[in-house]
């Protein structure tokens, strides 16, 4: 069986956009532009999605939104649980849950399908 169409390369330059879109909605949100943030998901979510597309172009479009999706009403759920309840451990709870959902639900899938080789999927 071949390898899969797969740049790790590319995930790192998708970190890095990430990285400086963030910089840059921190820049302005400093400015006085306080709505800044508000952008500042959308725009995150937007540049995971290109990345991961770019990265292993054979996973379906759909497949990304619906990980993307997941992963952040996971996120929403347990930044909700850590500021209602006042428990600070949940924040590694809420980490280790989005993990999870990435290499054993969405990751595995992929390998199994052929999107992405078996070294990719990894909890670093």
Same mark, same amino acid.
């Given at each position: 069986?071949? &390898?899969?169409?797969? *740049?790790?390369?590319? +995930?790192?330059? #998708?970190?890095?956009? &990430?990285? %400086?879109?963030?910089? $840059?909605?921190?820049?302005?949100?400093?400015?006085?532009?306080?709505?800044?943030? #508000? !952008?500042?998901?959308?725009?995150?979510?937007? +540049?995971?999605?290109?990345?991961?597309?770019?990265?292993? =172009?054979?996973? =379906?479009? /759909?497949?990304?939104?619906? /990980? +993307?999706?997941?992963?952040?009403?996971?996120?929403?759920?347990?930044?909700?649980? +850590?500021?209602? *309840? /006042?428990? =600070?451990?949940? #924040?590694?709870? /809420?980490? @280790?849950?989005?993990? @999870?959902?990435?290499?054993?639900?969405?990751? *595995?899938? !992929?390998?199994?399908?052929?999107?992405?080789? %078996? *070294? $990719?999927?990894?909890?670093?």
């Amino acid at each position: 069986m071949t &390898q899969p169409l797969f *740049s790790p390369r590319l +995930i790192e330059y #998708t970190v890095a956009a &990430q990285l %400086l879109a963030l910089s $840059a909605v921190g820049y302005f949100a400093l400015s006085g532009h306080e709505s800044a943030f #508000t !952008w500042a998901i959308p725009i995150l979510l937007v +540049i995971a999605a290109l990345g991961m597309k770019l990265a292993a =172009p054979r996973i =379906p479009r /759909g497949e990304i939104a619906a /990980g +993307i999706a997941i992963v952040l009403v996971a996120n929403i759920a347990t930044d909700w649980l +850590i500021r209602f *309840s /006042g428990i =600070p451990i949940l #924040t590694y709870v /809420g980490d @280790l849950l989005v993990a @999870l959902i990435c290499v054993y639900c969405f990751g *595995s899938r !992929w390998v199994r399908m052929g999107h992405i080789p %078996l *070294s $990719a999927n990894k909890w670093p």
